[in-house]
């Protein structure tokens, strides 16, 4: 063979070398494509989600986020953390083109568009000092709460931003058994069947208490294992505690009529019935200390509801876990800046199509995307 055929051939091999290692290279990206091993469902995340922010808007800290009926995306987010730095348009004289502080209340489109934002003081209602946790409800409504220090309140809202109802005042907590007061709430959720309406009462106290969602009038309340909370301060990152403790930071009602709470700095979710009748337990990365493993959970859009979605801003990953024995077969995300990577994941939430969407605080300060792909 002649030396010139020897070079095409040489050539020729690094070149299907180099596509392989290409090929394999994508297919092993832990940061795209994550799941459960082949044996439960795979996500990647969308770079392009949301499409950016009209107006010269910038997000704070986004402590909130919930889909509707309609497959949109609300966000609630702190316009208060953003910091000099970042809103150097609104300076005098202006620092920099960029930014302005979008409103704490944004809807967002399938595709990562804006469809309205609202929010913050107004007449009748006493907006929080510090936003935490967003939900919509069948009807539309948009429930909106704050873990402040002197946020003891929740709001009710229409779809377009008109004020319905306050339960709660700011101020001070009365503790964890007063019927009229919250402490700090950080999350709700409402049975359309009872119109009940039913809180993670929170950051200072430490229960699930249960509102009418029409009138705000008391219905019952309970901490864990279905016990009367105890305000006590008790050891925290312990699986076993007797009470929940701070923050007691979600509420979510699968479709078989079961309530599950997270009890983020225990490590652990604790399931109920909407009696407050205590079910089961489940442990995650019970090793986890600090601020804990379970910050926001939902189930997958399946009929049966099979996986759990749970945030954990600890460790910065979506843990998916099969909710009938409470097993992880799977994650996603790890610390860090990039696209698919987590800063204090906070709340999740999913469509009707399975795509999942995250939300960050601390310096994270943005929404991710991520879309089935098995």
């Known amino acids: 063979m002649s030396p010139m055929h020897l070079h095409k051939n ?4 690094m070149l299907l070398m180099l596509c392989l290692v290409m090929l394999g290279s994508c297919a092993q990206s832990p940061q795209r494509i994550e799941g459960a091993e082949g044996s439960g469902p795979r996500y990647a995340v969308d770079p392009y989600w949301p ?14 986020i919930a889909t509707d009926s309609k497959n949109h995306i609300w966000i609630i987010h702190r316009p208060r953390t953003v910091t000099e730095d970042e809103r150097g348009a609104t300076l005098t004289p202006p620092r920099f083109k960029c930014c302005v502080p979008a409103p704490p209340v944004i809807e967002f489109d399938q595709q990562g568009n804006v469809v309205q934002a609202w929010g913050g003081s107004g007449q009748g209602y006493d907006w929080p000092k510090n936003e935490h946790g967003i939900y919509v409800d069948p009807a539309g409504n948009v429930w909106l709460g704050g873990n402040d220090t002197t946020d003891h309140q929740l709001l009710k809202f229409n779809h377009d931003g008109q004020f319905l109802l306050q339960i709660g005042h700011p ?9 009229s007061q919250l402490g700090r709430p950080a999350h709700m959720e409402l049975d359309p069947l009872t119109n009940e309406l039913f809180v993670a009462d929170g950051y200072q106290n430490k229960r699930v208490i249960v509102f009418d969602a029409s009138t705000g009038a008391y219905k019952r309340h309970w901490g864990a294992f279905g016990n009367r909370p105890d305000d006590t301060e008790m ?7 007797t009470q929940f403790g701070n923050p007691v930071h979600c509420v979510r009602q699968s479709r078989d009529g079961l309530l599950y709470v997270c009890d983020r700095i225990n490590n652990r979710i604790q399931v109920f019935r909407k009696s407050g009748e205590f079910v089961q337990q489940i442990v995650l990365e019970a090793q986890t200390l600090g601020t804990g493993s379970v910050w926001d959970l939902v189930f997958s859009e399946d009929a ?9 801003g600890s460790n910065n990953e979506v843990h998916i876990i099969e909710r009938a024995h409470g097993q992880t077969i799977g994650s996603f995300g790890r610390a860090g800046r990039n696209a698919g990577d987590f800063h204090w994941v906070h709340n999740i939430a999913i469509d009707s199509q399975g795509a999942l969407y995250t939300a960050e605080v601390d310096t994270g300060k943005r929404i991710q995307r991520f879309v089935k792909v098995h």
């Open 10 to 13: 040489g050539i020729v091999i």
């Open 51 to 64: 499409k950016p922010l009209p107006h010269n808007w910038i997000l704070g800290q986004v402590a909130g």
């Open 171 to 179: 101020g001070n907590s009365e503790g964890s058994n007063s019927t």
């Open 235 to 241: 050891p925290v990152n312990n699986p076993q505690s």
């Open 304 to 312: 049966e509801q099979r996986y759990l979605y749970i945030a954990d």
